[in-house]
């Protein structure tokens, strides 16, 4: 089936430093969400993003995060500075259409801020 | 807000026997709803998906059952084998928000015995 890539699988930085994490779509999906699991807990909703804007953030999208998909490439979530609530698996997913239900999800990203 | 309670948190049968996962949901306007299987080291996917006019459906094995008097959400795979082993995860979304963000449970790590 459709695939979303995310690269690194794991990444470790010290607090206080940027990170961009980033996510390769199901090529002719057009809406990118990033969602956020601290080890044990639910996975949480962070944003979405269509059309080169973000359409809908959580309370979890701090002014640290921003996200972009400059000229069709990676989508990416980046963290500056990074904290230590920060330690999380990011998962990256996409749809085809605007409010279609069905999301395909990549691997996650294990971020660990020390 | 949406709230979602997953039960159990783990769970462990024998080849052949039947496993259920439970999640309940506090949002009667939900929507739609899913279940999401979760392997090692990969990324969600997409197991079966029901919207709210819908009680009962199956597919290969598995069964989604929707209670909305009770809000109640059921995965039941029937015959489970080793291959199922993995974490799944119930998510729903709720209409009232206007939001197209999918609220997760908690997950359930399900470990089938040969």
């Known amino acids: 089936g459709p695939k979303v890539l995310q690269i690194p699988s794991h990444q470790i930085i010290d607090m206080g430093q940027m990170v961009t994490l980033n996510c390769d779509p199901v090529?002719?999906?057009?809406?990118f969400y990033w969602y956020k699991q601290i080890l044990g807990q639910q996975m949480e909703f962070l944003v979405n993003f269509y059309n080169g804007k973000v359409m809908e953030k959580s309370k979890l999208f701090k002014d640290q995060f921003s996200v972009e998909r400059p000229d069709g490439s990676y989508f990416t979530l980046k963290i500056q500075p990074t904290a230590l609530e920060d330690s999380a698996v990011y998962f990256c997913?996409?749809?085809?259409?605007?409010?279609?239900?069905?999301?395909?999800f990549g691997a996650g990203t294990r971020l660990s801020v020390l | 807000g949406e709230q979602v309670e997953q039960r159990p948190p783990h769970l462990s049968v024998r080849e052949g026997d039947s496993a259920i996962i439970i999640c309940t949901y506090t949002?009667?306007?939900?929507?739609?709803f899913s279940w999401y299987k979760q392997e090692a080291g990969a990324g969600l996917q997409l197991l079966m998906s029901?919207?709210?006019?819908?009680d009962r459906k199956e597919e290969q094995g598995l069964t989604v059952l929707l209670n909305k008097k009770d809000k109640r959400l059921s995965l039941n795979l029937t015959a489970a084998h080793p291959g199922d082993s993995a974490v799944y995860f119930c998510?729903?979304?709720?209409?009232?928000?206007?939001?197209?963000?999918?609220?997760f449970g908690s997950g359930t790590q399900l470990t089938v015995m040969p």
């Open positions: 998510a729903v979304r709720p209409l009232s928000s206007g939001s197209w963000q999918l609220i």
């Open positions: 029901v919207l709210s006019n819908v």
């Open positions: 949002d009667s306007a939900t929507a739609y």
């Open positions: 090529s002719n999906h057009l809406y």
């Open positions: 997913a996409s749809s085809l259409k605007v409010g279609q239900n069905t999301l395909y």
